[in-house]
């Protein structure tokens, strides 16, 4: 044993000698992006690209200085963290600091500068007519953004008022926000006595609504508020608008019973919906009654368990100057849709993760997952939202692409599909692996590369109502990207400095670049390769007038 055990040490010494050499190191500094002071006890996150790795990670020192070594080769993503501090951002809400980037083996990177962002804050009081605070008001950050070419307002950060009427909203990025406060309805204060308006039977009360900075009732009408790094806007004080304030009363039934349900009542317009307004139970005979109503169009929804089962109503419901009473709404059991799956040309679908999801087109935050229940089958149950519905495939491999959707003999890939009682049509799902690969670069006017531009792929019109043919990625450290599971077709192709999530989708905003785009015809397995120049931030900002 004594004779190997020198060239046994000897090549273990050698192979580890190697392995040391070929293992990296990310070096560098955090900074505060609007002083340029290092950041100290920032959290640094070097995470592999691959799939199943695990992040390396360190602190920054009294200098913001870090370390991180004996790191493998491979691509990363570099980024910082430190409370009271955002990650960077474009206007429009994008980040700007996962550029994917390669470490060779035994390369050194040092002299890297990460910049973070000190957190906005939007603080203010909501005050009622009369200039006195209004406690325990439910007041929220609304962040803009596209849903089907429209734009829609969703919560960011949402907080209640003090006993003085004083909110804070922090953490957040940069971009434009709009604030609403919305009183409680179950609050006194909320509430003002009633009195006549027309006749004793259409008395009325008034109500405080909810209300969008500065003084409005009507979320289109509201004054955004631009939000840069580390801006502490204060002083953004709501008056309560008081409106009149109706009742709603009704009957639910199911079968032709009576039906104890859960009632709502969620709020319907352009860029906000779906926030529920009122709420109650029916009682035992169906009955049932909402409070408080301020004028708007809404939808009025029913919503019980019967029998194990999950049983809804709905009806558009416009609000104006009178009580409403009389209404009938009836429970209907949830639509059910068989389903099945085909994959064309033997695709291997099923060794991949993916998934089926049931989509609202009214909402698209309405959606739930479907189960397979096997390689070709699936069930489609009505999940009370509003329709029309699509069926999309998420995570699919390569150039996996949905080909078609068919409910019976028709195809319902453009126009979605209702649930209609009795229906007893089959819907299927084409899937195919044959799509298109589109692969460019990205260049600035100066001809360098365009690092994180956004690439959006936009189909011909008519080719637009089903959002998955819209495609979208980013470019990496070399201004290069790669499209795949393109379904054949004609598109154009634009490249984007900055550009507000989803505006793509919005058919006027994109007549203003027409001109900036690329055509670009894919067919079944084509490999396209396009050069693109990037579009100024500046330039996708801007609107027409009167918009």
């Known amino acids: 044993m004594r004779y190997f055990a020198g060239p046994i040490l000897g ?87 996962l550029v994917p980037f390669t470490l060779e083996k035994g390369q050194k990177l040092n002299q890297l500068v990460l910049n973070l962002a000190p957190q906005g804050v939007i603080s203010g009081k909501i005050l009622d007519e009369d200039e006195d605070p209004l406690g325990n008001v439910k007041v929220k950050c609304l962040g803009i953004f596209y849903e089907r070419g429209k734009k829609r307002l ?100 199911e079968g032709g019973r009576s039906q104890r349900a859960e009632i709502m009542l969620a709020s319907r317009g352009d860029v906000s919906s779906g926030d529920i307004s009122r709420e109650a139970p029916a009682d035992a005979k169906g009955t049932f009654e909402l409070d408080g109503v301020v004028p708007g169009s809404y939808d009025l929804i029913a919503d019980e368990m019967v029998e194990g089962k999950r049983y809804s109503g709905r009806m558009p419901l416009e609000v104006h100057d009178v009580n409403i009473d009389g209404i009938e709404l009836a429970l209907e059991p949830p639509g059910e849709i068989q389903g099945r799956l ?27 997952y479907l189960h397979l229940e096997d390689e070709s089958t699936f069930k489609v149950e009505e999940s009370g ?42 819907l299927t799902l084409v899937l195919n692996p044959n799509g298109g690969e589109i692969e460019g670069s990205v260049k600035t006017a100066k001809d ?34 790669v499209i795949k599971g393109v379904a054949p077709g004609e598109y154009k192709i634009y490249a984007w400095e900055d550009i507000e999530e989803g505006a793509y989708q919005d058919a006027d905003f994109m007549k203003q670049h027409e001109s900036d785009g690329q055509a670009v015809s894919v067919t079944e397995k084509a490999h396209e390769t396009v050069q693109l120049k990037v579009i100024p931030a500046d330039s996708a900002a801007e609107e027409k007038p009167g918009r």
């Open 11 to 97: 090549c273990i010494l050698a192979f580890a000698q190697t392995n040391a050499d070929d293992k990296c190191s990310v070096e560098g500094t955090v900074i505060d992006s609007v002083t340029g002071e290092p950041i100290k006890k920032a959290n640094v996150m070097l995470s592999p690209l691959s799939p199943g790795a695990s992040p390396y990670a360190t602190t920054t020192d009294a200098s913001g200085h870090f370390l991180i070594d004996e790191v493998d080769a491979g691509r990363f993503s570099l980024a910082a963290y430190r409370v009271g501090y955002i990650q960077p951002k474009s206007p429009h809400g994008r980040a700007k600091y």
């Open 448 to 481: 360098e590369p365009a690092v994180l531009a956004r690439v959006t792929l936009i189909p011909e019109e008519g080719h637009r109502s089903y959002t998955s043919f819209f495609k979208t990625t980013t470019t990496d450290e070399n201004g290069h990207f």
């Open 154 to 253: 969703d919560v960011n950060v949402e907080t209640n008022t003090n006993e003085l009427g004083e909110f804070r909203l922090a953490g957040l990025s940069p971009g434009k926000y709009v604030i609403s406060a919305t009183p409680d309805p179950n609050r006194m204060e909320a509430r003002v006595r009633e009195r006549p308006i027309r006749t004793a039977r259409n008395s009325v009360a008034e109500e405080y609504a909810t209300t969008y900075y500065p003084s409005t009732m009507n979320a289109t009408n509201a004054s955004p508020i631009e939000i840069i790094p580390g801006a502490q806007s204060g002083g953004i004080n709501i008056t309560l608008v008081r409106t009149r304030s109706l009742r709603v009363k009704g009957h639910v039934t």
């Open 385 to 426: 939202f509003a329709g029309p519905y699509d069926v999309k495939a998420g995570g699919l491999p390569g150039d996996f692409y949905v080909k078609s959707i068919r409910l019976g003999e028709r195809d319902v890939l453009e126009s979605g599909f209702e649930f209609t009682p009795g229906n007893t049509e089959l």
């Open 342 to 368: 085909v994959v064309e040309d033997n695709g291997d679908l099923m060794s991949k993760p993916f998934r089926l999801l049931l989509q609202s087109r009214a909402d698209s935050y309405r959606a739930q």
